[in-house]
């Protein structure tokens, strides 16, 4: 293995020439405590940045083997770790101002989740750190010199700060323990949850509002701490031997109501974003929700490919079948129900919806629109006529936000009220309405009586994944969209995905998938199998290449097959029906 000084006389040696002098990095090298790998070199300054990796012992790194010794473990020390890189990569550029030319070194930009992520991977033996790093440059004449500095100085100094146990202040050392602890204990309270007969549960204390519309950081002055009513209260006893108490939602039909303003939907968001943990003082610590839960919304102009959507809408004036509904640009109440049919064939127990983000004439019909236009004339079941016997049927409990319409009431099992940011329980209060107010115009549609909510697998035709004019592995460009081939499917409406690390791991995953689909698979078996392919081999097992991966974070595995179903190419073979 070359050493420190055969890297820098190297470096030296490429100093004013040009940029493709660099190539001749690639290759490993002993920096005393530490190796540095430099497994990808960008092809010229314009390029994205070079792949590298730190690699240091975990003897020598000297952290405490118990916070690493199971799966969360691992995840909260990586993540502990990332974000400790990632600041002080960060630092040089601040305190230099914008226009600063201090290096650019990249292990990625967590947020308030913690995610498993391929920046930090920790293995039995060493404890490795993968970043990108820009490699200096005038023009598109290498900077040597400059380089030596960057990869025999700058980043072992970021290394010994990251990596090494021995950099810690007791501080740190007392922060690292409770973040481990802390997503042990969340893990523990989510799998309690389906015992328990709970969708999710809201701690006590829990500061839900965040800072802005465009902001993920909680609200710092003036947020109301949330507090569980009475009736809904529940307690966990965890591993660490902490106990937290709040609101459990239970299964079934939850509403959540309230004046404008009054924290409905930051509450449902804040339910929506549970199915990650967070960080300690996100203040949705304790905000858990079940990993399968699925917000779902309208969505005009997505692409629908044979899903059946013959439970909500039927008989179309065109003659459409909408048992195997197709079409290149769906309304918002044909992209509503299809969005609802793929969570529910990927496997969700829980939907996510909030009337602001639906397509009226999907959720409710009231009386007066039924009188105007006749059942047999109305080809749309709304989903207060299908809510009950979804979860009847198939166990898939939803959680809604209903401000403008009380329809919901009567087939609610509870209904929670938001006040000025507190929740209170008017399930009885919401029932004796209903019950005075009579029969909204529930169950009068044609069709509005009996449904059978079989789920249809749908099986992808060979080759869907795989265009002919398709040359590069596909790629995320940002959090809410993928290039695949010629084609870009619009992520914007999952808004489960967190971060664009997660996108970019499902655009490689569905170059894995492609390699599966072969007309017999289904999508979901397809999903499910690359699953567990990353749970025994990791995120890296989703490169398109050997060695250091990039940055990903672990996408859910309903938002991998939600990706599919918008690639606006996809082909359905055939459909494998169940009971």
């Known amino acids: 293995m070359q050493t420190t000084a055969d890297l820098e006389r190297m470096l030296h040696s490429i100093d ?32 994205p940045p070079s792949l590298m990796r730190i690699i240091v012992d975990r003897a020598d790194a000297g952290f405490d083997a118990a916070l690493m010794d199971d799966a969360a473990g691992q995840t909260a020390v990586g993540d502990f770790l990332t974000r400790r890189f990632a600041a002080a990569a960060r630092a040089p550029q601040r305190s230099q101002g914008k226009d600063a030319r201090a290096p650019r070194i990249s292990i990625g930009r967590p947020g308030q989740e913690v995610l498993e992520r391929t920046s930090i991977l920790i293995s039995a033996d060493t404890i490795e750190a993968r970043f990108s790093a820009e490699l200096p440059a005038a023009g598109r004449r290498a900077l040597g010199r400059q380089a030596a500095t960057l990869l025999t100085q700058t980043i072992p100094d970021l290394a010994r700060h990251a990596l090494m146990a021995e950099s810690l202040s007791p501080a740190d050392r007392t922060a690292l323990a409770d973040h481990v602890a802390l997503l042990r204990d969340q893990v523990d309270l989510c799998s309690q949850l389906p015992d328990r007969g709970l969708v999710a549960f809201v701690g006590d204390g829990a ?39 709040g609101m459990g939602v239970p299964v079934g039909i939850t509403v959540i109501a309230g004046g404008g303003y009054h924290g409905k939907s930051t509450l449902l968001r804040a339910i929506e974003r549970g199915v990650y943990p967070h960080i300690a003082g996100d203040g949705r610590e304790w905000v858990i929700t079940r990993p399968d839960a699925a917000a779902i919304r309208a969505e005009d102009g997505r692409s629908v490919a044979d899903v059946d959507i013959a439970p909500f809408i039927s008989d179309l004036p065109s003659g459409a079948d909408t048992v195997h509904f197709s079409t290149s640009n769906a309304s918002g109440s044909t992209s509503q129900a299809a969005n609802l049919a793929e969570a529910v064939e990927a496997g969700t127990t829980a939907l996510i919806i ?86 909204p115009g529930g169950e009068t549609d044609a069709g509005a009586g009996a449904v059978d909510f079989a789920v249809r697998r749908r099986v992808p035709a060979d080759g869907t994944l795989r265009p002919a004019d398709k040359r590069k592995p596909a790629k995320a460009a940002g959090r809410g969209e993928i290039r695949f081939g010629r084609e870009d499917i619009d992520l914007a409406a999952v808004s489960q995905i967190a971060d664009a690390a997660q996108t970019q791991a499902i655009a490689h995953a569905l170059d894995r998938l492609a390699e599966r689909f072969d007309g017999g698979l289904s999508l979901v078996d397809g999903v499910a199998e690359l699953d567990r392919l990353v749970d025994a081999e990791g995120l890296d097992a989703l490169s398109p290449h050997a060695g250091n991966p990039g940055t990903y974070a672990r996408p859910r595995t309903i938002d991998i097959c939600a990706a599919v179903n918008r690639y606006r190419l996809l082909r359905i073979a055939k459909v494998l029906e169940e009971g």
Do not use: C, W
């Open 354 to 439: 909030d009337e602001d983000t639906s397509a009226t004439n999907f959720m409710i019909r009231d009386e007066r629109m039924r009188r105007l236009i006749p059942a047999d004339r109305e080809p749309i079941t709304p989903f207060v006529d299908r809510i009950r016997p979804l979860y009847e049927q198939r166990g898939v409990s939803t959680v809604l936000v209903a401000g403008g319409s009380g329809a919901f009431f009567d087939v609610a099992d509870h209904v929670i009220a938001m006040d000025a940011y507190v929740p209170h329980d008017v399930t009885d209060k919401a029932k004796r309405i209903a019950a005075e107010a009579g029969d």
């Open 207 to 245: 500061i839900l509002p965040r800072r802005s519309g465009d902001s993920d950081a909680p609200l710092e002055q003036g947020a109301v701490p949330f507090a569980s009513p009475a009736s809904l209260e529940v307690g966990f006893e965890l591993r660490s031997g902490r106990t937290v108490r």
């Open 16 to 47: 004013g020439r040009g940029y493709g002098g660099y190539k001749q990095l690639r290759g490993r090298y002993d920096l005393g405590p530490f190796d540095l790998a430099i497994d990808r070199v960008q092809t010229d300054p314009y390029a």
